[in-house]
T-cell receptor
């Protein structure tokens, strides 16, 4: 059984469009994250939710809006997509962030904006 | 802001050679974690070190956490083609639990 699953795996779209990425975890973890990995493979945290509450919100454009309907799901909606948004977006979850529990990553969504 | 630097960025080795990647933080870390990302894959957790000076081994992989808890290293003995991938260190600064700061990663390629 997949622990952290995200869809779609690939997303190709044009500038100005709005798109969403969905993430679900079946590990029973309270905390979920969105990370962005650029072309140089640098992993940067974007958001973190703990039991549906936003706890980390890095310097991310307002065009990015996360939503957590319950603690097992964390979706990412992106408005007015720009070329610079092209990257791989990883969802992750952890058991106890206060103790820096290891992250369990999803397979990633490769977003290409043309 | 807090930074985690990792060197080298790339390492090309012949199969059977050893490999080491180094991780340095600008601030003291409460612990250090290491992840491996295969080409086209996602980061996978390898190990976590918590204590100052701690050393842990996983088969051919040896992980160290510095005495000051600001640096760490991963050493692979006698690399194999299955070791190919990007290795990331990550750590949360003290008093910032939950916010893992990742190094830039070291991409390892192994020539058979």
């Amino acid at each position: 059984d997949t622990a952290v699953s995200q869809t779609p795996k690939y997303l190709v779209t044009q500038m100005g469009n709005d798109k969403s990425i969905k993430c679900e975890q079946n590990l029973g973890h309270d905390t979920m994250y969105w990370y962005k990995q650029d072309s140089k493979k640098f992993l940067k945290i974007m958001f973190s939710y703990n039991n549906k509450e936003l706890i980390i919100n890095e310097t991310v454009p307002n065009r990015f809006s996360p939503k957590s309907p319950d603690k097992a799901h964390l979706n990412l909606h992106i408005n007015s997509l720009e070329l610079g948004d092209s990257a791989v977006y990883f969802c992750a979850s952890s058991q106890d962030p206060a103790r820096a529990s290891p992250l369990h990553f999803g397979n990633g969504t490769r977003l290409t904006v043309t | 802001g807090q930074q985690v630097m990792q060197i080298p960025q790339y390492q090309h080795v012949q199969e059977g050679e050893d490999f080491t990647t180094y991780c340095n933080s600008s601030t003291t870390l409460s612990n250090i974690q290491w992840y491996k990302q295969r080409p086209g894959g996602h980061p996978v957790f390898l190990i976590q070190l918590v204590k100052s000076g701690e050393v842990k081994k996983q088969k051919r992989l040896t992980f160290q956490f510095g005495e000051a808890k600001k640096n760490s290293s991963l050493h692979i003995t006698a690399t194999q083609t299955t070791d190919v991938g990007t290795y990331f260190c990550a750590g949360p600064p003290y008093n910032q639990g939950g916010k893992l700061i990742f190094g830039q990663g070291t991409e390892l390629s192994v020539k058979p």
